[in-house]
Every structure is written in C-alpha cells, then in structure tokens.
C-alpha cells in the first residue's frame, strides 16, 4: 500500500522537527520601548522576572538548546542543507498567501511579530513592502533580539514578556506568530500571549497564526497548534473568528526527504495529500464587537 509509509511518516514527523523559520496610517508604531526593553533586561539580571516570563524564557531557552544540541548547525542551514529549500519556500509562500488574501496596505498597516526570535519572519514581510517604521518584534531571548537589531535597526525589536506586552490597546492592523505556540505547551501562558495579541489589535485587524498543527506522538515536548487548540487561544467564536487557512511546509520527514531528493513534486505533493502539510497558516479576525 502506497499510503501506508506515508502515514507512517505522518505519526512521526516530529521526531525530526525543524524551526525553520487595514486602517490607513502614517504615524510609526512606538513601543512604551525604553521601559519595556528595561525593565526585562534588569529583571533577567536581578532574577525578579514574573512566574510567567520565566517560565516561558525557561521553556524557550530549553527548547533552543536541546533542540540545537540534538540537530546541529547546519541542520537548517538553507545554503548548505538542500532539505531545507522547499520547506522554506512552502512556508514562505504560505505566509505570501495569507498576506495577499488579507488585502492591507503595506505602506501603512502596523504588524507585531510576537516570539520574533532573530527577526526571520519580519524579513518576508519587509520583501513584501512593508515599512520597517511600522513594524514591531518581541521575544523573551535577548541574545535573539540584539542579533535582530543588528540585522535591521530599522524594526521596532524588543526584549518583552509576551503575557504582559507594553503598547497600548488596539495598536496593530496585523498581530502575528510565527512556530511559537508549537513548543508552549503551559496553555495558560499560551491563553495569556494570544489575548494580548487580540488586545493590542484593532476591532477588525487580523490574527496570524504561522505554526505545526501535528504533536509530537507519545512525547510532551511539542503541542501541535490544532484548529481546536487555535479556537481555545484566540476565542474563536467570542473575541475573533476564523476567516482562511494556507497549508505550508510538509510534515519533515516528508518534507525534507521530497526537498532534497524530489524536490519538482514538493507542491504536488502538497496538493494532492494535503494531510500531510504539518504547518498552517490560519488568519483570524478580530471580532468589532466581543460575542457571548
């Protein structure tokens, strides 16, 4: 049977998981940037960081040092690794999709990356046009967020506590996470990030959700961010609503193995067997007035 290694594959695909990778205004979106940046800073220092920013600057340095630690350098090097090409192109493409179908100016539209790591998703959004004035990134990983800096000081990037973000209410056009909520396995921080996201956008602005919707099976390390993980987060049906999805990168060992040795079918593939795209796009709005 041709399905059977296939969805075998799929039962596994997270054993070799990688981490890849509106209203008209002119004004640049300014974090409350000197004090938030501060303050985590010296709290990090003083060891003074709230229960739940420790907790998720726990989880996302073990994350990031185990998983470096059992991968390697070169594991997503997209220059030296062909594995790597097609799965960053769906993911990309995924992001353009979801981008293009949402309609914002990008001139003007105001987006937060939340968990923005190094800035790599902030990238495909200043090669799609968006003004850097108008951008914003936060991370809990300082060492992340100055590599960030230094590779585009234009980017508003912050070192922040993503259960407690310091800009005002409905600041953004576009709230975005990027393969985050994948690795957050703690729910109620999870809950806390994803209504301060909803906070900070506009009635009417738009929630994306970039992330692997499949658990890794018989392991806690990873929970999949699932339509149904997704409606717990965000609200869906109170405070936001679903409006599309974009299926992405393949689930890795099928992905990697089709972009290294098979790479012309990687989309057909996709197409075809769309059970076996691990990672989604889903854009969500928020709703003008909150249900019950």
């Avoid at 041709?2 to 640049?28: D, I, K």
């Avoid at 493409?93 to 100016?105: K, P, T």
């Avoid at 996201?197 to 602005?205: D, E, L, S």
Wanted: glycine share 6%; aromatic share 8%; hydrophobic share 40%.
């Amino acid at each position: 049977m041709f399905l059977s290694p296939v969805l075998a594959a799929q039962q596994c695909c997270y054993r070799n998981l990688e981490h890849l990778n509106c209203r008209p205004l002119t004004r640049t979106v300014k974090l409350n940037e000197s004090s938030s940046a501060r303050n985590i800073e010296k709290m990090q220092e003083s060891g003074e960081l709230p229960v739940s920013a420790k907790t998720l600057q726990a989880t996302t340095e073990s994350y990031y040092r185990e998983y470096n630690g059992r991968k390697g350098a070169e594991r997503n090097d997209l220059l030296r690794n062909p594995e790597v090409l097609f799965q960053s192109l769906s993911r990309d493409a995924a992001m353009v999709r979801a981008l293009r179908w949402i309609g914002s100016d990008p001139q003007v539209a105001r987006v937060l990356d939340v968990g923005c790591g190094d800035g790599d998703s902030v990238w495909t959004l200043l090669r799609l046009g968006f003004q850097a004035s108008n951008v914003s990134g936060v991370d809990i990983q300082k060492e992340k967020i100055a590599r960030a800096k230094a590779g585009n000081p234009a980017v508003n990037f912050e070192c922040a506590d993503a259960t407690s973000l310091e800009f005002q209410d409905e600041t953004f056009d576009i709230a975005m996470e990027s393969m985050m909520f994948l690795q957050l396995t703690d729910d109620d921080i999870a809950k806390r990030i994803a209504a301060e996201m909803i906070r900070v956008t506009r009635p009417g602005g738009i929630l994306l959700v970039s992330d692997w919707r499949y658990s890794k099976p018989g392991s806690s390390e990873f929970k999949g961010v699932s339509a149904r993980r997704i409606g717990e987060l965000y609200q869906v049906g109170r405070r936001t609503e679903v409006c599309k999805r974009f299926r992405g990168p393949l689930v890795p060992p099928v992905g990697r193995f089709v972009s290294k040795y098979c790479s012309p079918a990687y989309f057909a593939i996709q197409a075809v067997l769309p059970f076996l795209a691990g990672h989604v796009v889903t854009v969500l709005r928020k709703r003008k007035t909150a249900g019950m």
